[in-house]
């Protein structure tokens, strides 16, 4: 059951739990990393002056881009975890309801809300429907995308006796048909991901000044204040 406030405190709701909240961010700054250190991976800085033995530049940026690599995957265990143990917004993004016909009418109106074509946006106390659609869609199975592939490239420059290797590298490369092949998709399911977290954080700025209720301070504090009446219930 969602914790309320009193009337006198405001009108809000307890939504997001703290480990919840804590994967969301930590999550955040390694996509930042990886975004960062992947695109100058694929396009490398130049060569600095000097003994290459005494320059590990592009080393340096490897090793961040790995270890947030790994930090990302670890945090995706742990959310498929939390999906389970914790409240229900925590299962919102894994099972979305696509049987229901209330589901994909709030969809389409969300769709028409951001194209300004709706007049109110539709009220819901966890996420939207088409917020977990597309989360769902692009963010939870990119990551997992990024991760089987990413771990792929690393088993091969690893060996084939690393554990990497044998448990992605084997078989996702041959699937893929060559290296060079991994390495296409990751790099541009990594564009996809970026052009996400771009929308992803204008649409919460954006509902938070228009639709009278908010959102970015929400997975910071993990109470949603409604400026107005509350929704009863999620409508999905």
């Known amino acids: ?9 405001g009108n809000a ?5 703290l480990p919840l909240r804590l994967w969301h961010w930590i999550t955040a700054l390694s996509v930042i990393v990886l975004a960062i250190t992947g695109y100058l991976i694929a396009d490398p800085l130049a060569s600095p002056p000097g003994e290459a033995s005494a320059n590990y530049q592009m080393g340096y940026i490897r090793f961040a881009h790995f270890a947030a690599g790994y930090i990302l995957a670890i945090g995706l265990l742990f959310r498929i975890y939390w999906a389970y143990a ?15 016909a209330k589901f994909w009418a709030g969809v389409i109106h ?3 809300w951001y194209a300004f074509l709706a007049k109110e946006p539709g009220k819901y106390i966890g996420h939207n429907p088409l917020a977990v659609l ?15 592939t990413g771990f792929a490239l690393y088993g091969e420059g690893e060996g084939m006796g690393s554990w990497q290797y044998r448990w992605f590298s084997s078989w996702v490369i041959p699937l893929f048909g060559q290296s060079q092949d991994v390495h296409t998709w ?10 996400f977290v771009i929308v992803h954080v204008y649409v919460a700025v954006r509902e938070s000044i228009l ?6 301070t ?8 409604f400026r107005d009446d509350r929704p009863a219930d999620d409508a999905h």
């Open 134 to 148: 597309a989360i769902h869609i692009l963010f939870l199975w990119g990551i997992l995308f990024m991760v089987i």
């Open 186 to 195: 990751h790099h541009l399911i990594f564009w996809a991901m970026v052009i």
């Open 110 to 112: 969300e769709i028409r």
């Open 86 to 100: 914790g409240n229900r917004h925590a299962r919102q993004l894994f099972l979305p309801p696509v049987l229901s």
């Open 218 to 225: 929400t997975m910071l504090s993990g109470w949603r204040y």
């Open 13 to 17: 709701v307890y939504v997001y739990e």
């Open 211 to 216: 639709s009278r209720q908010t959102l970015t």
């Open 1 to 9: 059951m969602n914790k309320t406030l009193s009337p006198a405190e």
